[in-house]
């Protein structure tokens, strides 16, 4: 493989047409219905499909938002009606001066979207899933407890399998140790510890409670209770951010989405692995293309909910700037 540099007109062809990553295989289906949430859809688009995410929230009085994302960019869906499992809404895509509008109109089966996509070019069938949901108990948590007068500090690290079965290792400087029995219910995470420190070996258990990015619980054992304190890493980084995406084009809307795991989306673009330290926060992207590669690469900083930087590509930089996403816990259907 080589690394390439592309016209403009060859890397907005890729960008409309860039291939989605399918969701990881550990990635919980979503237990409600609807169409809140993202949904993985596949459009035509001449002899390639062109693959978008659409995103649907309540926006209140019976209303939902939406976004059109792409690795192009992020647009605002309007007019959508969504009423027994039928779906409406119009996109507006700009490139420049120019201005181009359609209109979908389709059904909602569970987690299955059908339908087609209108417009003064043509129609164009749609097929569409919504995505599935990574479990909030994934990802790396500093573990704190007191041991005596001393304050011990380990990690617990939540991964799945490919059958998306989840796991978990506990890393400590002191001896090894082996968790079994591994559970997640609602908002507990049970496990069962074996430990071997030289040439003692006991078990415990522990039982905790998820409070977003806060874990709590007690292990359990024959010398006693211990109360343990557990905070995610990497929690200011992961959530949904709006981006603005300043270049020589202009400025255009975008989408970061950081998993528990900090893997991520950059608009439909996979992120293997987003690093978050001090404050700061980088990633970066290979993206194939035929027999080159186009890399992206961000660096940053976050400061409280706002996050600043710049995107260096092959062909340039673009200034990035955004806000997270902080919505209301409210169910779909509770309006």
């Not at 493989?1 to 016209?7: A, C, L």
């Not at 860039?18 to 596949?42: E, K, M």
Request: proline content about 4%; hydrophobic content about 35%; overall charge neutral.
């Amino acid at each position: 493989m080589r690394r390439g540099t592309f016209s403009r007109t060859t890397l907005c062809l890729y960008l409309l047409t860039a291939t989605l990553v399918a969701a990881p295989a550990w990635a919980q289906p979503p237990g409600g219905r609807g169409i809140f949430g993202d949904w993985q859809v596949r459009i035509p688009f001449g002899e390639r499909q062109m693959d978008v995410i659409l995103s649907f929230a309540p926006a209140g009085q019976g209303n939902w938002a939406g976004q059109w994302i792409s690795a192009w960019g992020m647009n605002e869906l309007k007019d959508i009606r969504f009423s027994d499992g039928n779906l409406r809404f119009v996109h507006v895509a700009r490139f420049g001066d120019d201005e181009f509008t359609s209109t979908f109109s389709g059904e909602i089966d569970g987690d299955r979207l059908t339908g087609v996509l209108s417009s003064e070019q043509g129609e164009s069938d749609v097929v569409g899933r919504r995505s599935p949901r990574i479990s909030p108990a994934v990802g790396r948590w500093q573990m704190k407890f007191t041991l005596g007068d001393r304050e011990v500090t380990t990690l617990l690290v939540v991964t799945p399998d490919g059958e998306g079965r989840l796991g978990a290792q506990w890393e400590s400087e002191w001896g090894e140790h082996e968790i079994s029995d591994f559970t997640v219910q609602r908002r507990t995470i049970r496990f069962r510890r074996k430990s071997t420190i030289q040439d003692r070996q006991w078990e415990s258990t522990f039982e905790g409670t998820l409070e977003g990015n806060a874990l709590t619980g007690t292990i359990k054992s024959e010398m006693g209770e211990i109360e343990v304190r557990g905070a995610r890493l990497g929690a200011a980084a992961i959530g949904t951010w709006h981006l603005d995406v300043a270049g020589e084009w202009g400025t255009v809307k975008q989408r970061l989405v950081v998993h528990p795991d900090l893997s991520a989306l950059y608009g439909t673009l996979p992120v293997k692995r987003v690093e978050l330290k001090d404050g700061k926060l980088t990633f970066g992207m290979i993206v194939p293309f035929g027999d080159q590669e186009f890399t992206m690469d961000f660096a940053g900083k976050i400061d409280d909910t706002k996050l600043t930087g710049e995107m260096t590509t092959s062909m340039g930089s673009q200034k990035v700037s955004g806000v997270k996403v902080v919505r209301l816990r409210q169910r779909p259907g509770s309006m």
